[in-house]
């Protein structure tokens, strides 16, 4: 989407972006004019919103509604961001797991369980905010290279918003992810290739075709400021305090680093005290490129050729990897890994215990939280809040023939008997 800079500056109503300031280089601190913009001109490294904050209360925030858009002041969008059409997801339940707890060793667990938000993942936060720069820069197709969730929202948000609406996907995509974005959109591309292939795809159709708004490409600074929201409701939903230990899964690696940055602005404004706390990343085994680096104790990623199950987190070239790694390094945490076979099995065990049906994506969470209570990466006496990013109706295939009736029995008490099924 290439938009003519004093053509943008016309016709970009004042306060289109809030209290937004510029895009600011991650790498060399260059900065640059708000818009469609996603690697720094003086050295390609990328961009991030940057910001004048007003005073901001607690008080204020409460008063907001009931979703993301309560810290609107915080956030790259206008002040009546509520009157645009869109999915309104956020502030979802952060449940205290005190079963799930006792299973991993933990004295303090809090999930935080973003399998409610509209399209059943987190991913409705980070399009809500693209979707808002998209339409402020006048984008006539809204689209995204995706591995299922982010397809999703995109799709839903886009049918709301009443614009045309594409999204590309691995074509070995997990049937109901493909179907959830299909009910959405007549749009749905499936591309011959794992999703760094479907990713470059959609870098050349952005850098080609005007009007379009590829959310995780050329509006991607404006997209993952969504996942500061995150960090911004676990804080206030825990009383206006940060956690001691949080654990996120890695696909891109923007919500970890993104999650860092809402604790660190909360700290700046006031809102939490100022404390230490540890960030921990999770990976599956067969895509884990983050994971490897920090181990080797390297700032370089390594790309991989995805092989996993959690195909959400299956990004073998993470965009912000050494971001990642800057994270969890200075707040004394780690990137971890675990199997399929750990996943699949961690699904069954948050399900069991806490009532909380998960994809593979928080699969990957839980037990990498329990290697890491095993290992003794993690204090296990400290609060510990992990996150869940999406519903497990989304990954049957994955826990297919895991799970399963105990018993087949004919309809009689006799037959329930005979299957040893009463109470002793």
């Known amino acids: 989407m290439s938009v003519d800079t004093a053509e943008q500056k016309k016709t970009l109503r004042d306060g289109a972006f809030g209290n937004a300031t510029a895009l600011a280089c991650r790498e060399c601190g260059h900065k640059i004019e708000l818009g469609p913009h996603y690697a720094c001109p003086e050295c390609f490294g990328p961009l991030e919103v940057a910001y004048d904050f007003p005073t901001v209360t607690r008080a204020e925030i409460e008063a907001g509604p009931a979703n993301i858009w309560r810290y609107k002041a915080l956030l790259p969008v206008p002040a009546d961001i ?20 006792r299973e991993l060793g933990l004295t303090k667990l809090w999930v935080k369980d973003d399998s409610t938000n509209p399209t059943n993942s987190f991913k409705d936060r980070v399009v809500a905010c693209a979707l808002s720069a998209a339409t402020e820069l006048g984008a006539k197709v809204f689209a995204c290279p995706s591995t299922g969730n982010l397809a999703n929202a995109v799709a839903a948000a886009g049918a709301r918003a009443g614009i045309k609406t594409v999204v590309f996907i691995p074509s070995n ?11 959405f959109t007549d749009n749905l591309i499936a591309v011959d290739g794992n999703y760094d292939d479907v990713n470059k795809l959609a870098q050349e159709i952005a850098a080609e075709e005007d009007g379009w708004a590829f959310v995780n490409v050329n509006v991607r600074p404006f997209y993952a400021e969504g996942s500061k929201t995150l960090g911004y409701e676990i804080a206030e939903q825990l009383g206006w305090r940060i956690p001691d230990q949080i654990v996120i899964p890695v696909a891109s690696g923007s919500q970890l680093t993104k999650v860092d940055k809402a604790f660190q602005e909360l700290i700046k404004l006031g809102l939490v005290e100022d404390k230490a706390y540890r960030i921990f990343g999770a990976q599956a085994t067969g895509c884990n490129p983050v994971a490897t680096a ?72 839980v037990a990498v939280t329990k290697k890491l209570v095993e290992t003794g990466q993690l204090d296990p006496t400290l609060e510990t809040v992990l996150i869940n990013t999406g519903h497990g109706l989304k990954t049957l295939d994955a826990i297919s023939g895991l799970v399963s009736p105990r018993a087949t029995i004919a309809p009689s008490y006799d037959a329930f008997e005979a299957a040893g099924l009463a109470q002793d």
């Open 82 to 101: 509520e009157q645009s059409p869109n999915t309104e997801p956020g502030f979802t339940r952060l449940l205290e797991a005190d079963n799930l707890a």
């Open 294 to 365: 920090f181990k080797a104790g390297v700032d370089a990623i390594r790309p991989v050729k995805p092989d996993t199950i959690a195909k959400s987190l299956a990004i073998g070239n993470p965009a912000d990897g050494i971001y990642v790694l800057d994270s969890t390094r200075r707040t004394g945490g780690a990137v971890e890994e675990v199997t399929d076979d750990e996943i699949r099995q961690a699904i069954v065990l948050l399900a069991r215990t806490e009532g909380i049906f998960t994809e593979t994506a928080g699969g990957t969470t």
């Open 173 to 183: 995509l997990e049937q109901p992810k493909q179907i959830n974005s299909a009910i």
